[in-house]
């Protein structure tokens, strides 16, 4: 089965940027659709953006869109997630996940990673 393995993550200021990677580890993303998800404290966790296995059509929430950008390369089995113009209620452990098919939905999702932690300082 195919273990999403996320990096990138850290501590950026209010306005900064990072690029968070999802890696695939055992099998490849190999028609997949690959998705982001985050979870603050103290709430539940919601998806951001996702993308098909083509990466012909993205999927963005609306806190998001125009700020963040989801990506993937297939010959190196990862998707990124380039996410600018940070603001602190972006602070969150975010998660990449991978399903048959895009979808906004974390139940739909079969394979999850660990998780990194973005901070986001005020």
């Known amino acids: 089965q195919v273990q999403p393995v996320e990096s990138g993550g850290g501590l950026v200021q209010a306005g900064g940027s990072l690029r968070l990677s999802c890696a695939a580890s055992g099998r490849t993303f190999s028609g997949y659709a690959v998705g982001w998800f985050r979870q603050a404290p103290g709430k539940e966790r919601e998806f951001v953006a996702a993308i098909t296995w083509s990466g012909a059509n993205t999927l963005y929430a609306d806190s998001v869109k125009g700020r963040f950008t989801i990506s993937r390369d297939n010959a190196k089995n990862t998707v990124y997630l380039q996410t600018n113009n940070l603001r602190p209620e972006d602070t969150a452990v975010y998660y990449c996940?991978?399903?048959?098919?895009?979808?906004?939905?974390?139940?739909?999702?079969?394979?999850w990673g660990q998780g990194t932690q973005v901070t986001v300082s005020s």
């Open positions: 996940a991978a399903a048959a098919s895009s979808s906004w939905y974390a139940n739909d999702y079969d394979y």
